[in-house]
């Protein structure tokens, strides 16, 4: 086998014939793009394999990044953090493929009653706060368009990812490089050989598991706490409706685009986790924006898209290793923040694979008591 070093011009795979590769990365979705990335970079020999057919949460992510989330208005999980590597990874991504991808946006979020004013209050006072906190407005004063009877607020370092623009953009750029195969993976296919792992042609010394919400199916790690929920968006135009761009989050939010299109999510659901678009939360969404919008608008919708956000019991990234089956990783658990979060879990485990870097205890699979595996 080549030794992992090799500069990326030897990483060349013949994928037509049996091939050995260091990692054989499965899911080419967000977390399995990046990572793939991140090994590249690294000067690590890989293969990505995932099914661009098959439905997967990047596709109708909005990307936003949310520094102050839910009905409390706490702070996202470990931000301060997360943000620069996040940005470090969007710009070097950004320079690299010479596109954008990374959006800065101002946030609004409307207090929906005097209990929210008055968490506000507290959060205003909170030095954790001071860095993604504006003000509060008064009624009528933030955004005219807007129902604000109690008043809003402003949320700094908000930004959305172009989530579909990168992966379709990261992908392609493996595909040219012989790196990428379009196909589904079959768990069943995996079979364990003295010195790492068999599928099909493909030997590999490492396989991680980039799956997703589809992780709910894979038998070597049956119990990450994984707890999916579905969401739907709505991507829309409006002969009437020319909004300031800023991200508004009302009950719904709604993230107007450059083109004066604008997208309206997302519902939430743990019970139906198909990813079939329904007329009950397009509803939802309409009537949620019909209210928040002080004049009636004429609304039409140009995509309904629906997906399901690979969430887990404890709201936290899962990344690590399988505790018995030598050479098995897997990355999941980026929830409603993978755009957020996906830049440092990834390099956390791209770390792991190439120094075995402990994982940080708080994302490390460990924190879940595994069932008996194969
Ligand atoms: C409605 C909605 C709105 C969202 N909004 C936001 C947001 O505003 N901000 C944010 O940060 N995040 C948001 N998310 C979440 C975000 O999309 C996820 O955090 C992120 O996509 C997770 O990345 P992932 O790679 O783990 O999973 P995915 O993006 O789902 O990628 C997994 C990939 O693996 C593939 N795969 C799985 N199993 C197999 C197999 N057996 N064979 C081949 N391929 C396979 C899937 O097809 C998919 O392509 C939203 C999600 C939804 C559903």
New binding site residues.
């Given amino acids: 086998m080549l030794p992992d070093t090799f500069s990326i011009q030897h990483t060349f795979i013949n994928i037509s014939s049996p091939s050995h590769t260091s990692h054989l990365i499965?899911?080419?979705?967000?977390?399995?793009c990046l990572l793939a990335w991140r090994l590249q970079q690294a000067g690590q020999r890989f293969l990505l394999?995932?099914?661009?057919a098959?439905?997967?949460?990047?596709k109708?992510?909005?990307?936003?990044?949310n520094p102050v989330t839910g009905r409390w208005m706490t702070k996202t999980w470990n931000f301060d953090q997360l943000l620069p590597e996040a940005q470090a990874t969007y710009h070097s991504l950004e320079q690299q493929f010479g596109i954008q991808v990374y959006h800065r946006i101002p946030e609004i979020r409307f207090c929906q009653n005097a209990d929210d004013i008055k968490r506000l209050g507290r959060r205003l006072r909170n030095p954790r706060y001071q860095n993604v906190l504006n003000r509060y407005f008064a009624p009528g004063q933030a955004a005219p368009d807007f129902n604000d009877p109690h008043g809003s607020f402003g949320i700094e370092q908000a930004a959305?990812?172009d989530?579909p623009k990168l992966v379709t953009c990261l992908r392609t750029a493996f595909a040219q490089q012989g790196l990428f195969r379009d196909?589904?993976?079959?768990?069943s296919a995996l079979q364990q050989k003295a010195d790492g792992w068999q599928y099909q042609d493909l030997h590999a010394t490492k396989v991680i598991f980039?799956?997703?919400?589809?992780a709910i199916h894979n038998p070597w790690f049956p119990n990450i706490a994984l707890q999916p929920a579905?969401?739907?968006?709505l991507l829309c135009n409006s002969p009437t409706l020319q909004l300031p761009r800023k991200l508004y989050h009302h009950k719904k939010w709604l993230l107007p685009y450059p083109d004066g299109s604008f997208r309206i999510?997302?519902t939430y659901d743990e019970t139906d986790l198909s990813d079939t678009p329904t007329q009950t939360r397009k509803e939802e969404l309409l009537a949620a924006t019909h209210e928040a919008l002080k004049e009636s608008h004429t609304i039409q919708i140009t995509a309904h898209?629906?997906?399901?956000?690979?969430s887990t019991l404890d709201s936290r990234p899962v990344i690590g290793v399988h505790p018995s089956q030598a050479g098995l990783y897997l990355?999941?658990g980026?929830?409603?923040?993978?755009?957020?979060t996906?830049p440092a879990m990834t390099q956390q485990l791209a770390h792991h694979l190439r120094t075995g870097t402990p994982i940080p205890p708080e994302v490390d699979i460990a924190r879940f008591s595994l069932k008996p595996t194969l």
């Fill in positions: 499965v899911g080419a979705g967000l977390a399995g394999l995932g099914s661009t098959m439905p997967a949460a990047y109708v992510a909005a990307g936003v990044i959305y990812v989530l196909e589904t993976f079959h768990h980039c799956e997703g919400a589809a579905k969401g739907e968006t999510g997302a898209l629906a997906g399901v956000r690979p990355i999941n980026l929830g409603s923040k993978g755009a957020s996906a």
